[in-house]
Structure formats: C-alpha cells, structure tokens
Nanobody, 115 residues
Framework: QVRLVESGGGLVQAGGSLRLSCAAS????????MGWYRQAAGKQRELVAT???????NYADSVKGRFTISRDNGKNTVFLQMNSLKPEDTAVYYC?????????WGQGTQVTVSS
C-alpha cells in the first residue's frame, strides 16, 4: 500500500522560510510525478509545484521565485523549500505522487504564516 508522509510544516513569520518533506513508500514502482498542493480555509485545493522523475519542474505563478521543489528519486522523497513566505501562503500542504495516472496523497501538513 502506497503511503506518503509529510513533515516540516509549522508557524513562521512573514518573510521567513520553511522546508517541507514527503517520504513515499509501499511500492516498487517509480513515481512519475511528485508534487505539492495546498488548500487554504474555505478555498479549493490548488497546485503549488510538481517535479517529474527527470527533474522537470512546474510552479504556480504565486510561488515562482520563492519556492523550490526537489526530489531524491533513490529515496522516493520530495521537498519543498519555501522562502519569503507570505500570510497568503497559509494553508494545509499536501504531498502528491503519481504512478502513471494513479494519484496518491499524504495526510497534509499545516503551514501558517503570521503577518
């Protein structure tokens, strides 16, 4: 059974940094795409960033230049370095991993940015 476990969320002041990690386990298949989504209170879940197993990245416009996604294919782990955080970045952040077209989700980690 595929399992994704996130860590690294917390409370930070505006302008600060956090690093999220997500470790995937439970499969011998390679995750084709791994990424991060977020859901703020009262809003729909939205894409933050994705990275393919070849290293190609994609970012939401709202985080470009501030967030960096990376992955360790050997450990099935994906990271999200978040710098220059803003109050509007406050949300539950979810790890996502794809095996072909099958999505898997983590339980989410809260990120709160105070002004």
């Amino acid at each position: 059974q595929v399992r994704l476990v996130e860590s690294g969320g917390g409370l930070v002041q505006a302008g600060g940094s956090l690093r999220l990690s997500c470790a995937a386990s439970g499969t011998g298949f390679r995750f084709t795409v791994m990424g991060w989504y977020r859901q703020a209170a009262g809003k729909q879940r939205e894409l933050v960033a994705t990275i393919t197993n070849g290293g190609s990245t994609n970012y939401a416009d709202s985080v470009k230049g501030r967030f960096t996604i990376s992955r360790d294919n050997g450990k099935n782990t994906v990271f999200l370095q978040m710098n220059s955080l803003k109050p509007e970045d406050t949300a539950v952040y979810y790890c996502n991993a794809m095996i072909v077209s099958n999505p898997y989700w983590g339980q989410g980690t809260q990120v709160t940015v105070s002004s």
